[in-house]
């Protein structure tokens, strides 16, 4: 089969730099060809999963080299593991952010405020999915499910049991259409529990949950989208424990919009909340309307955004990392040049 000769192929699954793709229906292994790996000046030069690729054919059509990745239209990305780390991008080209989280010990309304962020920012509309109903005391279950609403204003909550199967039918509507979604969420949140359920088969592997935190092991290593049988898709994502903001533009406004309607009303159009005469948002906190643990959390993570936005954003990042490479490039161009002309 001819090399020259390019294919539009979707990206499946990724593990350890290596990818497979699916094309015409059926799926093989691909690389990252030299000319694509060497010209990346960031992780999100590389292929993710849910990307749309172009790529040549190799070993009697059995392998694939991947030459380009097309434009996305959406991309979910968190912070790097350390400060220096480039975007790690989780998944691309989705409709929808499925943002589990347990409602046993693993319920954390900080970390679901913090993943909203990200869902918003990358241009798919969060879902917030409550998980392990079946585990959590009867006593308590009003007052989780409705501070977990409180803390995602305008964003489709669900309640569920992966195990009894209740509510997981809401889960299938949302998909409805072919649409391509993506689970996040930390270890023992239920994520590959409810996938299992979704397919209807074991699919992903679940490991046990620690008693004393709620904690899971990590049972998915790598990113893989699965086709369900109501026709919609899910890339199911490694658990997460921490998640670092790499960019905060929108998302952040969206996934606090009660602070930023109060805050419209304030007396100072840069009103920073924290004393001013006039304010709309202490007037709530003190009126009971706005809890002072949420206006923490997005102090909190507006203090990271404003820092995201001094260290250089995003896109400001790359393109200089691009210079660089296509400066050095040259030297190395020039350097060759001045040998051969030596006769070197």
């Known amino acids: ?15 350890r730099g290596c990818f497979t793709v699916r094309l015409n229906g059926a799926e ?33 059509g059995s392998k694939a080299v991947i030459h380009a990745v097309l434009p996305r239209r959406t991309i979910l990305l968190r912070k790097g593991l350390d400060a220096s780390a480039d975007a790690q991008p989780l998944a691309a080209n989705i409709d929808k952010v499925f943002i589990v989280m347990g409602l046993d010990g693993n319920y954390n309304i900080a970390r679901l405020e913090r993943l909203l962020v990200a869902a918003w920012d990358s241009g798919a ?33 669900l309640c569920l049991s992966s195990l009894s199967g209740e509510g997981v039918a809401e889960v299938e509507a949302e998909l409805a259409g072919g649409l391509r979604c993506c689970f996040v969420g930390s270890s ?24 004393s935190d709620a904690r899971g092991r990590h049972t998915t290593t790598g990113r ?22 790499e960019y905060a533009g929108e998302g952040l406004a969206s996934s606090f919009s009660d602070i930023s309607a109060l805050a419209a009303n304030c007396r100072f159009g840069d009103c920073s909340h924290t004393g001013e005469p006039g304010c709309a948002v202490a007037a709530a906190i003190e009126g009971g ?25 995003l896109k400001k990042r790359i393109e200089n990392k691009r210079k660089l490479k296509s400066f050095g490039r040259m030297v190395r161009d020039i350097g060759e040049v001045k040998r051969r002309l030596r006769g070197g």
Request: hydrophobic letters at 45%.
């Open 224 to 245: 893989q989208l699965y086709l369900l049988p109501c026709g919609g898709e899910i890339i199911d994502t490694p658990g997460i424990r921490e998640f670092g903001l």
């Open 1 to 15: 089969m001819s090399e020259n000769i390019m294919f539009k192929a979707l990206v499946t699954a990724e593990h």
């Open 125 to 157: 509309v969060p879902v917030a999915v409550l998980t392990k109903k079946d585990l959590c005391p009867e006593a308590e279950l009003a007052a989780r499910v409705e501070a977990a609403a409180a803390a995602a204003p305008g964003v489709r909550l």
């Open 188 to 211: 023992g949140a239920g994520k590959s529990t409810l996938l299992n359920r979704l397919a209807g088969r074991e699919a992903a592997a679940t490991g046990d949950v620690r008693e």
């Open 28 to 60: 093989m292994t691909a690389t990252a060809a030299g000319k694509l790996a060497g010209g990346a000046v960031s992780r999100l030069d590389f292929p993710v999963v849910g990307d749309d690729v172009e790529v040549s054919l190799h070993d009697g």
């Open 289 to 313: 309307r706005l809890s002072k643990e949420r206006f923490k959390s997005y102090q909190k993570l507006r203090r990271e955004a404003e820092r995201l936005e001094l260290s250089t954003d």
